[in-house]
Structures are given as C-alpha cells and as structure tokens.
C-alpha cells in the first residue's frame, strides 16, 4: 500500500557541495547546493533563481564546484541561512555581505574565482545554458578541470573511494555516506 504525502520536494538524498562564484565586484560567495548531477563531462545544477549566487552566474557564468568533507556539514549549515543578495526576500534567510564564514578561499586559475580550502574535489565549470522554471534555475556546465587532493589518489592516480566522506542532505538532515558497498554496477571502472 502507498500513501500520498503532501509535498512537492523531496530530499531522499543528495551530496552537499559548495558552489563559489563571483560577484560583480569580483568577490567570491560560497553558496551550498545540494541539487547536483553530472553525466560525463556535463554538470546540472539546481538553484533559485533569488539566490546571489544565480545573480553572480548571470554575471560572470562559470563556477567552482567544491565537494567537500563530512567535518565540513557545521560549517555549511553556519552559513546556509545566509544572503548576500538584498533582493532576496525569503523569510528563511538573512542578508549578510560577507558570508565566507570560516572557509578559507584559495585563487585558482579559472576565470579569477577562488576555491575552497580543504575540499575533496573541486571542479572548474564553464556554463553552458540554462532552463528557468518556478523559480528555479536548471543549469547546464561542461566540466573543464577537476582537481582531486593528493591523499586521495594511488600511486596510480585513481581516487580511492573509501577516503572520499561526503556530506549526504537527506531529508533536511545532513549525514554521513556509508562505505558499505552493495555490491557494484557492471559499468564500475575506478576514477582518475
């Protein structure tokens, strides 16, 4: 037997990652998202279309993408209440202009905007279009370089699944991702 619930949105269980852009005073904003997917070379990310960092994506276009740690979900939720967009007028949230919190910020060499210390992965994304409905921006990247932490990787380069903890967004809920392995897909093939 089901039951219908009355919801339209559902998190059954997303990785949280760390978006950062640039404003248009060239300033970097770290915005959470858990609304993320990419197949191949392409990146989608959802965001609303109230959010700075969609103001900043129409400006500039291209992002970071930072996955970060499970010890890194207090830091994510201190400033995930935050704005720094003036227009936004969600009860939810606060207008803060400087929301950069406790993250330290590392220059990269991708179109001036910075990533964040301590991430898994980072990953430069170049915008490629986009789809707006109720609200909610549908954005399409190509993934132009993805930068793994060195403690991560074997000798060969592939990433070591194991060290890879990050935060899962279930339910509104932040945990952790269970190594157990169920068993693997017949498309598996070690990343690098």
Known sequence: MYEKI?????????PVCLI???DENKITNITP?????????TLMIGINVNSKAYANINLNKNIILNIIPENMWSQVENIAKYSS???NKNRLYTNEKDKIGKFKLIQSHFDDIKYIDNSLIYIEAQYNEK???NGIANINYIV????????LLDDDKYIIEDKLDVIIYQFRNYKKLSKKVLGKSFRYEKTN
Do not use: E, P, Q, R
């Open 6 to 14: 009355n919801s339209k949105t559902i998190y059954w269980g997303f």
């Open 131 to 133: 789809i707006v409905a």
């Open 144 to 151: 132009k370089n993805i930068y793994v932490k060195k403690d």
């Open 85 to 87: 967009n003036i227009d």
């Open 33 to 41: 998202i858990s609304s993320i997917y990419n197949v191949n070379d």
């Open 20 to 22: 950062t852009s640039i």
